[in-house]
């Protein structure tokens, strides 16, 4: 298991800002970001119509799966994978190594315009995602700063 994916409310506003215009870019119908435990981090578009919670656990099985294809290939990783249905197809992407970037998509788009507005999101995501990562790990860092170990004595002793 990979560690819990500590957010802040800037990196969030960022990271929210690349996703809703990759959906608008790639014209695609829905665009989700996801850790490798399966917890969504943000999604655009008609995220509201599915069952994300579901969704983004398959797609973080189905990348641990492809990993160790890898592994037994002998390969690091596979960074990328698509899939076509008839109405609706899925690209699966990495972003740095802990984030999976889903992007759902019709036949209002082409895999080939997916992929390369996905390119220029993961160059923009990824440095996001390792400032995070660097400040998550500094002492005294908090996704929570305004909660004092008071407050939650508190909220315990009433």
């Given at each position: 298991?990979?560690?819990?994916?500590v957010m802040f409310e800037e990196e969030l506003k960022q990271?929210?800002?690349?996703?809703?215009?990759?959906?608008?870019?790639?014209?695609?119908?829905?665009?989700?970001?996801?850790?490798?435990?399966?917890?969504?981090?943000?999604?655009?578009?008609?995220?509201?119509?599915?069952?994300?919670?579901?969704?983004?656990?398959?797609?973080?099985?189905?990348?641990?799966?492809?990993?160790?294809?890898?592994?037994?290939?002998?390969?690091?990783?596979?960074?990328?994978?698509?899939?076509?249905?008839?109405?609706?197809?899925?690209?699966?992407?990495?972003?740095?190594?802990?984030?999976?970037?889903?992007?759902?998509?019709?036949?209002?788009?082409?895999?080939?315009?997916?992929?390369?507005?996905?390119?220029?999101?993961?160059?923009?995501?990824?440095?996001?995602?390792?400032?995070?990562?660097?400040?998550?790990?500094?002492?005294?860092?908090?996704?929570?700063?305004?909660?004092?170990?008071?407050?939650?004595?508190?909220l315990f002793n009433d």
């Amino acid at each position: 298991m990979n560690p819990q994916l500590v957010m802040f409310e800037e990196e969030l506003k960022q990271i929210q800002k690349i996703v809703d215009r990759l959906l608008q870019d790639s014209r695609s119908r829905t665009i989700l970001l996801i850790d490798k435990n399966g917890s969504l981090v943000a999604a655009s578009g008609s995220a509201s119509e599915l069952d994300t919670t579901s969704l983004s656990s398959l797609v973080a099985g189905n990348v641990a799966a492809t990993g160790g294809i890898a592994k037994l290939l002998q390969e690091d990783e596979f960074t990328g994978q698509f899939h076509e249905g008839k109405g609706m197809s899925i690209n699966l992407s990495l972003v740095g190594r802990r984030i999976i970037l889903v992007v759902l998509f019709d036949k209002n788009t082409t895999p080939g315009l997916v992929r390369l507005r996905v390119k220029r999101a993961q160059d923009e995501l990824v440095p996001i995602f390792e400032a995070l990562a660097i400040k998550s790990s500094q002492p005294g860092s908090s996704a929570l700063p305004e909660i004092t170990d008071q407050d939650i004595d508190d909220l315990f002793n009433d």
